[in-house]
């Protein structure tokens, strides 16, 4: 605010009242006000007088969704260690919306919180948003789908490796035609996962070519996968980056009366716990989830903590499981 009346030629307290929409304060010099407060980037801080004297104790969590299985898991390893600490969690879902993720960063900001820990929505591609959280000093620490951001630590999984070993699995249980089914082209573990799949189909020198690859959306993934059942050169295997498509997969299989695994046989990342109770029960590449959130958190608080990161791994890569069920053998 010092800085905002210094630039504007006015005195502290009409800044302060200007911000606050003060009847004392005229409407031309509150739009002045405004205007450099938003283009600076300003934003006002309800607990500075707490926050002067002590941290919020509390932490963000700001996830895509929380139905899916795996945030839900990562959610409670979260959960612990934060209260261990004495920290409250506030959880944040975007909805896999760029522009709910960009207002929820613009949100903490104002320092409304002591961290952040972070997983992307889909949609997002540009990180010039969470470069300027990162400026205010705001800690933050990425997992599962992470930001390539300098000084920012990630937990995730080895997707590569996985994606190769779900893709390597069908082939061994005599798939010819498999394809990859996913949500989005941006994250992080879409890139990792889809390059596993490729290289497995390549050294085990299967025929492929760019249709292979299927990208879906909330609002096509039915029909997507209807259509590419139905062709001619169908799959005999298909692997989903996500349970979503998986569930999917086997809501077309029954509309169309195709067997699983005498059609087609399907395998996904997934941490669904009624897995082995579908019908055949799903094979899956199950992610540490829980751990994937405590480790995250712990991250978060040596850097609340303000502690070296020279004897820390901060980009932190966990091992995932391949369980084969009945829908591929």
């Not at 932490?59 to 004495?86: H, M, R, S, T, Y």
């Not at 498509?245 to 005498?262: D, F, K, R, S, T």
């Not at 502690?307 to 009945?326: E, T």
């Amino acid at each position: 605010m010092k800085r905002l009346a210094k630039e504007l030629n006015l005195s502290v307290s009409s800044v302060s009242k200007a911000l606050r929409d003060s009847w004392e304060i005229k409407a031309e010099t509150k739009q002045r006000v405004r205007a450099l407060a938003e283009k600076l980037n300003y934003q006002p801080n309800p607990y500075a007088s707490n926050l002067r004297k002590r941290k919020s104790q509390t932490v963000a969590v700001v996830i895509p969704e929380i139905a899916n299985n795996f945030f839900a898991l990562a959610l409670d390893g979260i959960q612990v260690v934060a209260q261990d600490k004495g920290y409250h969690v506030l959880t944040y879902l975007t909805h896999e919306s760029y522009d709910n993720e960009l207002s929820t960063i613009k949100h903490l900001q104002g320092g409304r919180v002591d961290g952040v820990l972070m997983s992307l929505c889909s949609e997002t591609s540009d990180y010039a948003h969470l470069v300027r959280l990162k400026e205010t000093g705001m800690p933050i620490v990425f997992f599962d789908r992470v930001a390539d951001i300098a000084d920012c630590p990630t937990v995730t999984t080895d997707d590569y490796e996985s994606g190769y070993k779900a893709t390597e699995h069908l082939i061994q249980q005599g798939c010819k035609k498999i394809y990859y089914l996913s949500f989005s082209k941006h994250t992080s573990i879409n890139h990792k996962r889809k390059q596993g799949f490729i290289d497995a189909l390549e050294m085990h020198k299967l025929k492929r070519d760019e249709n292979d690859i299927v990208e879906c959306t909330n609002e096509n993934t039915h029909l997507v996968i209807k259509e590419l059942l139905d062709k001619k050169d169908r799959p005999d295997g298909i692997f989903a980056s996500v349970e979503k498509l998986a569930i999917a997969a086997y809501h077309v299989c029954n509309e169309m009366q195709m067997n699983i695994p005498g059609d087609v046989k399907i395998i996904s990342f997934s941490n669904l716990r009624t897995a082995s109770l579908l019908n055949p029960s799903l094979s899956t590449i199950t992610q540490p989830a829980f751990e994937i959130g405590k480790e995250a958190c712990e991250l978060l608080f040596n850097t609340i903590g303000k502690k070296s990161f020279y004897n820390l791994k901060d980009h932190v890569v966990l091992k995932s499981s391949l369980i084969a069920r009945g829908s591929t053998l």
